[in-house]
């Protein structure tokens, strides 16, 4: 069975950008000597579950069959009915899921399906684990999942020390950039990467499933009142708050006048005002982001807002491109700074989740293992 799990989990990852504040979602529908009889997932937050789409699909050859799914199936009424029903009304014998739902709102459907007569069983499995930590992440901190991604050389350099980088990647990989820029709520940025770059922060030439915010992390709001992220976007966003930038600023310099005036005149552009949290602490912002429905951030920036994330633990994971090249200057720019650890010991280790091919660059997925974003049995 965990064959199809794996099958299960694939399917899952095929909502990423749809199913999202929901998590995403995966559900095989199969007889019992293994054989698959129909598949689904959850396609976009509002829409089926996962359960239900595959229920569709497999009509009336799902009676007596086995249904195995990413997470617990839900046992509350939201947007759509509970899916632990839709599984005891379409008559399957048997339920198979890899993650327990956390979520109070909707968990107990795995007791709700004994309590109709089929079987539940939990069997973990890990590339669901992984699926689901997102959405586990939020429902237990109120935090919106992080990804950070950069493009180095093989010596670590993301850009020379005239602040020079294109390209350091390929295209193939900018265009995978460009694929989950369309798929997330949100992009933040720094403060010196607007000021040297001027970033649009917006997916082009890629199928863009949701539109996301731009956040610049602008203690200062020394953001420039012509900057790009505070244009609209031409590529017809139709989430309201991606039109300009949210900026985040530490509302402690409140008594400096000019520092009043600068933030007067970005809400008069059409920006949104987050206030940091005290020395300008950045989890205050995501908790409040997060609130609003932010439940994916993709981070952007040079190495002075990485190093922030991850000296606050707010860093989930990172895409690193590594281009065939050396860049061997003593001076050129890194990923991260601003850390000072004394000892490795003290170095938080990430997982190496996959290692893959971009045209001529090597694509590294890591993740920060934490407590708090590790899947619990049910």
Same mark, same amino acid.
């Given at each position: 069975?965990?064959?199809?799990?794996?099958?299960?989990?694939?399917?899952?990852?095929?909502?990423?950008?749809?199913?999202?504040?929901?998590?995403?979602?995966?559900?095989?529908?199969?007889?019992?000597?293994?054989?698959?009889?129909?598949?689904?997932?959850?396609?976009?937050?509002?829409?089926?579950?996962?359960?239900?789409?595959?229920?569709?699909?497999?009509?009336?050859?799902?009676?007596?069959?086995?249904?195995?799914?990413?997470?617990?199936?839900?046992?509350?009424?939201?947007?759509?009915?509970?899916c632990?029903?839709?599984?005891?009304?379409?008559?399957?014998?048997?339920?198979?899921?890899?993650?327990?739902?956390?979520n109070?709102?909707?968990?107990?459907?795995?007791?709700?399906?004994?309590?109709?007569?089929?079987?539940?069983?939990?069997?973990?499995?890990?590339?669901?684990?992984?699926?689901?930590?997102?959405?586990?992440?939020?429902?237990?901190?109120?935090?919106?999942?992080?990804?950070?991604?950069?493009?180095?050389?093989?010596?670590?350099?993301?850009?020379?020390?005239?602040?020079?980088?294109?390209?350091?990647?390929?295209?193939?990989?900018?265009?995978?950039?460009?694929?989950?820029?369309?798929r997330?709520?949100?992009?933040?940025?720094?403060i010196?990467?607007?000021?040297?770059?001027?970033? !649009?922060?917006?997916?082009? =030439?890629?199928?863009? #499933?949701?539109?996301?915010?731009?956040? %610049?992390? &602008?203690?200062? *709001? $020394?953001?420039?009142?012509?900057?790009?992220?505070?244009?609209?976007?031409?590529?017809?966003?139709?989430?309201?708050?991606?039109?300009?930038?949210?900026?985040?600023?530490?509302?402690?310099?409140?008594?400096?006048?000019?520092?009043?005036?600068?933030?007067?005149?970005?809400?008069?552009?059409?920006?949104?005002?987050?206030?940091?949290?005290?020395?300008?602490?950045?989890?205050?912002?995501?908790?409040?982001?997060?609130?609003?429905?932010?439940?994916?951030?993709?981070v952007?920036?040079?190495?002075g807002?990485?190093?922030?994330?991850? !000296?606050?633990?707010?860093? =989930?994971?990172?895409? #690193?491109?590594?281009?065939p090249?050396? %860049?061997? &200057?003593?001076? *050129? $720019?890194r990923?991260?700074?601003?850390?000072?650890?004394?000892?490795?010991?003290?170095?938080?280790?990430?997982?190496?989740?996959?290692?893959?091919?971009?045209?001529?660059?090597?694509?590294?997925?890591?993740?920060?293992?934490?407590?708090?974003?590790?899947?619990?049995?049910?």
């Amino acid at each position: 069975m965990r064959e199809l799990l794996a099958r299960a989990a694939r399917m899952a990852s095929r909502g990423h950008g749809g199913a999202e504040p929901n998590p995403m979602v995966g559900c095989v529908i199969a007889d019992h000597d293994g054989r698959v009889i129909a598949d689904g997932y959850h396609r976009r937050c509002g829409g089926p579950h996962a359960e239900v789409d595959a229920l569709t699909a497999a009509g009336a050859r799902a009676r007596g069959a086995i249904a195995l799914v990413t997470l617990e199936p839900c046992n509350h009424h939201g947007r759509t009915g509970p899916c632990s029903e839709a599984l005891a009304d379409a008559g399957v014998a048997e339920v198979i899921y890899a993650v327990g739902d956390p979520n109070p709102l909707a968990k107990g459907g795995a007791e709700r399906l004994r309590e109709r007569g089929i079987r539940a069983f939990h069997v973990p499995h890990a590339a669901a684990d992984e699926l689901a930590l997102p959405f586990l992440k939020r429902v237990r901190t109120g935090l919106p999942w992080i990804s950070a991604k950069w493009a180095q050389s093989i010596d670590g350099a993301v850009a020379l020390a005239n602040g020079d980088s294109q390209w350091l990647s390929g295209a193939r990989s900018r265009r995978m950039v460009h694929r989950e820029r369309g798929r997330v709520d949100a992009i933040l940025t720094g403060i010196g990467t607007v000021l040297e770059d001027d970033p !649009r922060l917006t997916a082009r =030439d890629v199928r863009v #499933v949701r539109t996301p915010r731009r956040i %610049v992390f &602008d203690p200062d *709001a $020394r953001t420039p009142l012509d900057a790009n992220v505070l244009q609209t976007p031409t590529d017809g966003a139709q989430n309201p708050a991606a039109h300009t930038a949210t900026i985040l600023v530490d509302l402690s310099s409140s008594t400096d006048t000019a520092f009043l005036r600068r933030v007067e005149a970005l809400t008069a552009r059409g920006a949104t005002i987050v206030p940091l949290g005290r020395g300008g602490a950045i989890e205050p912002a995501l908790r409040a982001l997060a609130r609003e429905g932010v439940a994916t951030v993709l981070v952007e920036s040079g190495g002075g807002l990485v190093g922030r994330l991850l !000296r606050e633990k707010l860093l =989930d994971e990172a895409w #690193v491109f590594v281009a065939p090249l050396l %860049v061997a &200057d003593d001076v *050129a $720019r890194r990923s991260a700074r601003g850390l000072a650890p004394e000892v490795l010991a003290e170095i938080p280790r990430a997982r190496l989740l996959s290692v893959r091919r971009r045209g001529a660059d090597a694509l590294l997925h890591y993740r920060w293992a934490s407590a708090l974003t590790t899947p619990t049995s049910s």
